[in-house]
């Protein structure tokens, strides 16, 4: 049995039972089954109160009215139970959507949001937007039209200051550099931080230092992208600096490069004219040139010739040599110094081959008419002290003679003489199909162009 003393003890014991169920027990009624949504429901970072501190009607008509007064939202409707705010409604933007959650989740006494806002993009055919940018551009120009009169100002003036300076440094120049090309390219050097200068000021006054700083960096990566895009013309530009400031030819000297040959004419930033023998013109690109052997055939004023000559075995060779010689020493376009030469090539089939060397002043006289003359006169000499020159394939020289007997004939023996021939006249020195013996180039093609490099021909 249990007596009265044991009830204060039974009291103790189900008191704490008590207590435990009645809290269970009104968490279980405060529990909200939250329909499927979009998106999962948003509730408040605070803990949520035991007892509501705002009616639900008064959530719904705080919350509708300030989305309404937005303008932002069609068929809104807002409806809030025990706390949670359900959001229903069209509008055509996502940050308004989620502008429109966050402001019920911050409305005193909402436990959770459940937003089923749908965004629908609309076509606003409305010009206010364009005017309004209009207007925001007209307000910006009137607001930087000081500093674009400033630049209108400094920077035609820096322009001309720098073509002042750019004129004065090749004036300067002209003594301590003889390429045109040279001089150009160093006077634009000078003369572009005159105009850099005046584009600081400009950029500095309208506060643009860090813009101006990456166009410069923007300049260089698209110098790099440009340079490979066009990088035969960056070559024959740098070909041609080259050209000016080492001076391989001038202007008139007679050259062969690549397999041309011919007159130089001009040359510009591209390429080289030069005039052939046939008087065509040939642009030749200056990098070929700069890659190629250069032959320079009047950088020097001596210049060597040669030709060949066969005279018969029967010969005297010593005596040949003798009579070429005569020859090449009294004619007046053979240069004395260096001494002209008549040597032994070759002992061919039927002759014996001389070859003579002789030198003339190349800037005067042409090398193709100095060469017929002396050929001439050469020729003539042999023949007239009896040096026989036979072809190689059809003549047959029999120095004793032939014996010839016929019926009716008296036999002719070697010990008879034959009357030689008369001595040919002397051939003269220059005829009139080889001119004066003047090189076809003159010393001076002219005046120089203007994208001219050379400049005129140096005397």
């Not at 529990?31 to 959530?59: F, K």
């Not at 035609?156 to 002209?174: E, G, K």
């Not at 550099?177 to 006054?205: E, K």
Request: hydrophobic letters at 45%; proline letters at 7%.
């Amino acid at each position: 049995m249990t007596g009265p003393c044991h009830l204060p003890r039974l009291k103790h014991i189900l008191a704490p039972l008590i207590l435990c169920l009645t809290l269970s027990l009104a968490a279980t009624a405060q529990t909200v089954d939250v329909p499927p949504a979009e998106e999962p429901a948003t509730v408040p970072e605070s803990e949520v109160a035991i007892e509501p501190t705002a009616r639900d009607s008064e959530i719904e008509t705080r919350i509708t009215r300030i989305l309404q007064a937005t303008g932002w939202f069609d068929a809104l409707r807002v409806t809030a139970d025990e706390g949670i705010v359900f959001l229903n409604g069209i509008t055509t933007s996502e940050a308004h959507r989620t502008w429109a959650r966050d402001l019920a989740a911050k409305t005193a006494g909402t436990v959770a949001v459940v937003n089923n806002i749908s965004v629908e993009s609309r076509v606003d055919w409305s010009l206010e937007p364009a005017l309004n940018e209009l207007e925001k551009l007209a307000e910006e120009t009137l607001a930087v039209l000081p500093l674009i009169l400033l630049a209108l100002l400094v920077l035609p003036l820096a322009w001309y200051a720098s073509r002042l300076v750019a004129r004065l440094a090749v004036l300067v120049l002209t003594r301590s550099i003889h390429s045109p090309f040279l001089r150009q390219v160093t006077a634009r050097a000078i003369s572009f931080p005159v105009f850099l200068l005046g584009l600081y000021i400009v950029l500095q006054v309208a506060g643009l230092t860090q813009l101006a700083l990456s166009v410069v960096g923007g300049a260089g990566v698209l110098g790099i992208i440009i340079g490979f895009a066009f990088r035969d013309i960056a070559e024959n530009f740098l070909a041609s600096l080259i050209l000016s400031v080492r001076r391989p030819f001038q202007r008139g000297d007679f050259i062969e490069v690549a397999g041309i040959s011919g007159t130089v004419k001009a040359m510009n930033s591209r390429s080289t004219l030069i005039t052939s023998i046939e008087g065509n013109e040939i642009h030749v690109p200056n990098s070929t040139i700069f890659k190629n052997v250069i032959e320079n055939f009047t950088s020097s004023p001596n210049r060597r010739g040669d030709f060949l000559v066969g005279i018969g075995y029967d010969a005297q060779v010593a005596t040949a040599q003798t009579v070429i010689m005569d020859c090449l020493q009294n004619h007046p376009a053979v240069l004395a110094e260096p001494e002209p030469m008549v040597l032994v090539d070759a002992l061919g089939a039927s002759t014996v081959n001389i070859r003579t060397y002789f030198w003339f002043d190349g800037h005067r006289i042409s090398p193709i008419k100095l060469k017929s003359a002396l050929l001439r006169a050469v020729k003539t000499a042999l023949l007239n002290e009896g040096i026989s020159m036979p072809d190689e394939a059809r003549e047959v020289i029999f120095p004793e003679g032939v014996r010839v007997i016929g019926p009716g004939s008296e036999s002719v023996t070697p010990a008879e003489e034959v009357t030689p021939s008369q001595p040919a006249a002397p051939e003269p020195q220059v005829t009139e199909g080889e001119g004066d013996l003047l090189t076809e180039t003159p010393e001076d093609s002219g005046p120089a162009e203007e994208d001219d490099l050379l400049g005129p021909a140096t005397p």
